[in-house]
């Protein structure tokens, strides 16, 4: 067999030919289902005449296809691996092809598939194909009619896009549902679900006064764990309307929760399809944390109605113009809702922790790549997350305003329309009268880019002038770099007055919060009439997706830390304090000398827990030490031992010489101590779980009696999933196992009938930092609950275990990584989309000692040398290369 091909950007051509309208039958089985598909077809303008028809298919049993209602000799049409060409074509006609699929036998989850017994779909990015012979790329848009079979009691409820225009009763107990979407739409944007279903019904009425009938469908036992997700859906409705004036396009809008789904939720156009763990929510089976990403995802979907449905992809290239721009729009409208200073810190942590090591890895690829061998493997962070923060720099440099008015002009000239991240950035040109030629190489260029800034103060001439310098490293595929148009925000805090002092820049009075642009390779500012000596607070709100050096001394960091007006930027300040302390005790770890815990990240955080507040949020947030995974990413050489080392000794410091302080938080922030309020995911309640919770993981960390009495308290208090779990995981990762096995048994008995729950008990243990992590997970791999054939289980399980307990997976004996090996080996036949995001772990062997990049390579290596689907394929080729 041939290695996989590589699509490229530059190869781009567009159809041969055009549906306009695609009419589908499915007469469902388990083991046979039948596919009848007429396209209507018409050769593209820039086709040519005598081109033969070529249509995407895999894994297709043909039975039967006619052109204009004539059927095919076999000599007129060619059957390949990969499609069916018809040879010769009028310039206007219609194809009809039966086929015939096995969805009980699909366990890649692409395509139709069955989950639970329940038939439902994934046809992004190129699922379509698996159910039938058609031009399955997102620039062919055509309206759908979907006529759905099935057994009257196997499958009561039979769901498609768009509205039901017509229904009925067929012979032998079977049914039929036949759906109409008006709107064009690609193939991947198809969505079909068959099952014994219940569903929870609401209505939205639309600005224009629309009265909109909203369905979430879900298993029986379910029907009490969507209130959250209905209610997030009306305020997304609501919010995007007031943001962007969309308003909803159908009558009709549905989500359904699904068991095994490889992604969260996909967008299908009016039949959103969920991952059961992005919709359901219940005080107690999902946490705090839960409810919020359900809002999210919730609002992302929806969003999609418009940036992704209404205005669609050219071509899988340009993926981020509907997942960066949605990803945006769901940060923001969650930051409405929520902490906006809090949403930005989360956002911003987990960007600068998994994009960064993206970015630094050998599969790092531009916001839009120029080539790719499987489009699954590129739905990334980098496509996702950093696309959305560089839309977040173009709404910033061309003003809110003049970023609505693109918006608008992007959804209105482009309505029903396959387009390009130039077209989106055209519009913001053209909205705001912007030259941003430049800023376009945000989306060619990969790597994290890189400002080393200096700053002088002139007393003499109240001057302060700031030195900016702008490098992006090399990446795969890419030597050199260009510099790029970074927008920088900062203040300039007066070293007496602690408040930010007025800006004034090339004789322009900018106020206290400005925005510079670094455009060169080098650039000078000099600020006039600064009254006294500062200390610059750059990037605030992280302005840009870049790393920042500055020589802050800890201090200024400390200085910052108390001061500082922007909330972002006095979080960073805690975190780079706690990074200097941190950094010499790594190298105190690695050199064997004793280690000494540096009083002033002690004293930053005596202030913080004295100083009264009304974001607990942020103080919460203040409080969390700088994690693992971001720990390595600033180290040259990931010494996996000494960060975890370091970590537990700063943490155990702190919590030595601050207990009663975190004794006191823990207790103000006792909501059942406050009168014993219900619970409900408020900003206001959530603030104050997080601060307690918080204070209880230092209490923890050393093991005080207090403390430990305290998480039993709470866990068996059974108040909520929020408090109960991170009790449960605060007992499981301490060395008290006869606290915590009597609490993991009790869990787990409790709550073995809901495999959502059942996921968190999984994840509790493999983080566990003992040196038993890894037996329970071999263990944990026979529980009755787990199964390889479900995502969800095998995120929660095994990714958990690579991806989260770094210390156990890195072992020096190469356990965790022949576990991991052997899991993508066995995945990769099952369904290869799970096993090649499984294997991120091992991809990054090249920043660890020699020893374990040794092992890792010979697991990758041992992987390679499997017959390995495109998705692994491409991922292993890189990693290796």
């Known amino acids: 067999m041939s290695d996989p091909q590589a699509t490229h950007l530059s190869d781009y051509r567009p159809p041969a030919y055009r549906v306009t309208r695609t009419e589908l039958t499915f007469d469902l089985d388990p083991a046979a289902t039948r596919v009848k598909t007429r396209l209507h077809l018409e050769r593209h303008p820039e086709g040519e005449a005598g081109d033969p028809l070529q249509l995407h298919g895999e894994g297709l049993a043909l039975k039967a296809i006619a052109l204009d209602g004539e059927p095919l000799d076999a000599d007129e049409y060619a059957l390949s691996e990969n499609g069916l060409t018809v040879h010769r074509v009028p310039e206007r006609f219609h194809l009809d092809t039966e086929v015939e699929i096995a969805p009980e036998a699909n366990t ?305 000239r482009f309505d029903g329309q396959a387009v390009t991240i130039e077209d989106f950035v055209a519009c913001m040109a053209e909205a705001s009268g912007l030259d941003l030629t430049q800023f376009m190489r945000w989306y060619d260029q990969a790597g994290t880019p890189e400002i080393d800034a200096f700053g002088e103060y002139d007393y003499a001439r109240g001057e302060y002038r700031l030195r900016l310098a702008q490098r992006t490293p090399a990446t795969p595929g890419q030597p050199d770099k260009l510099p790029l148009h970074i927008p920088v925000r900062l203040g300039l805090v007066g070293t007496k007055s602690g408040r930010d002092l007025p800006l004034t820049l090339d004789g322009e009075t900018l106020g206290t919060d400005a925005v510079i642009h670094l455009r060169e390779a080098e650039q000078e500012f000099l600020f006039t009439d600064v009254a006294e000596a500062p200390v610059p607070s750059l990037l605030r709100g992280f302005s840009a997706p870049v790393k920042l050096r500055f020589p802050y001394g800890r201090e200024d960091l400390a200085f910052l830390l108390a001061n500082d007006s922007d909330g972002f930027n006095r979080w960073d300040a805690g975190q780079r304090l706690a990074l200097l302390a941190l950094d ?81 938080v823990y207790r103000e922030n006792h909501l059942e101590h406050s009168g014993g309020e219900p619970y409900a995911p408020t900003p206001e309640q959530i603030a104050r779980r997080s601060l307690k919770n918080v204070a209880l993981s230092y209490l923890m960390a050393i093991e005080d009696e207090e403390g430990i009495e305290l998480a039993r308290e709470q866990f068996a208090a059974d108040h909520n999933m929020t408090d109960v779990r991170h009790a449960l995981t605060l007992l499981t990762h301490s060395s008290r196992d006869e606290f915590s096995e009597p609490a993991l048994r009790a869990f787990g008995e409790k709550w073995a009938h809901d495999p959502l729950v059942m996921d968190q008990w999984f994840a509790i243990q493999v983080t566990r930092p003992q040196p038993d992590a890894l037996d329970r997970v071999k263990f944990l791999m026979e529980h009755p609950a787990f199964s390889l054939k479900n995502p969800n289980r095998v995120r929660a399980l095994i990714g958990t275990f690579a991806g989260q307990n770094r210390v156990n997976f890195h072992r020096l004996d190469g356990a965790g990584y022949r576990l991991l090996a052997d899991m993508v080996i066995e995945l990769n036949r099952l369904n290869p989309e799970i096993a090649a995001r499984l294997i991120t772990p091992l991809t990054r062997w090249a920043r660890f000692d020699e020893t374990r990049q040794a092992l890792m390579k010979a697991e990758l290596e041992r992987i390679r040398a499997e017959k390995l689907s495109p998705n692994v394929y491409e991922v292993v080729e890189k990693a290796l290369a």
């Not at 005596?606 to 409080?623: G, I, Q």
């Not at 700088?626 to 975890?644: G, N, T």
């Open 584 to 664: 010499d005790l790594i190298a105190a770890h690695r050199n064997g000398v004793e280690k000494v815990m540096d009083t002033r990240v002690v004293d930053a955080f005596r202030s913080l827990l004295a100083a009264e507040t009304d974001d607990k949020a942020v103080l919460a947030e203040m409080l969390t030490l700088p994690s693992e995974a971001y720990i390595a990413e600033q180290q040259p050489l990931v010494d996996v031992d000494a960060i975890h080392a370091a970590r537990t000794f700063v943490k155990q410091g702190l919590a030595m010489a601050l207990r009663d302080d975190f004794l006191r």
């Open 108 to 412: 890649a989850l692409e395509g139709l598939y069955q989950s639970s017994g329940m038939y439902c779909t994934q046809c992004e990015a190129e699922g379509f194909r698996r159910i039938t012979f058609y031009p399955d790329r997102p620039d062919v848009m055509a309206t759908f009619s979907t006529t759905v079979i099935g057994d009257a009691g196997r499958e009561p409820v039979l769901l498609s896009n768009g509205n039901p225009v017509e229904r009925g009763e067929l012979p032998n107990g079977r049914h039929f549902v036949t759906w109409e979407d008006p709107h064009p739409k690609p193939s991947y944007l198809f969505a079909l679900v068959a099952g014994d279903l219940k569903k929870v019904e609401d209505t939205f009425t639309t600005l224009s006064g629309r009265e909109v009938t909203l369905q979430i469908w879900v298993e029986e036992e379910n029907l009490g764990k969507t209130d959250h997700a209905m209610a997030s859906l009306k305020r997304a409705m609501a919010w995007d309307e007031e943001a962007y004036g969309r308003e909803y396009d159908l009558d009709l809008f549905m989500i359904v929760a699904v068991n095994d789904f490889n992604m969260g939720a996909m967008e299908n156009k009016g039949l959103n399809i969920f991952n059961s763990a992005a919709v359901l929510t219940h005080p107690h089976t999902a946490t705090d944390a839960a409810f919020q990403r359900v809002e999210s995802i919730v609002a992302h979907e929806y969003f999609h109605n418009w940036s992704g449905n209404r205005v669609t992809c050219r071509d899988w290239f340009q993926l981020s113009l509907k997942e960066g721009f949605t990803v945006f729009r769901d940060q923001c409208f969650s930051a409405d809702t929520n902490s906006a200073p809090v949403k930005r810190i989360e956002d911003v942590s987990f960007f600068r922790t998994a994009q960064f090591a993206e970015d630094a890895g050998p599969t790092a690829h531009p916001v839009r790549p120029d080539h790719y061998i499987e489009i699954g493997n590129f739905y990334t962070l980098t496509i996702y997350e950093k696309g959305a923060e560089v839309v977040r720099m173009l709404a910033n440099l061309v003003g809110e305003a003049a970023f609505r008015c693109g918006s608008d002009l992007y959804f209105e």
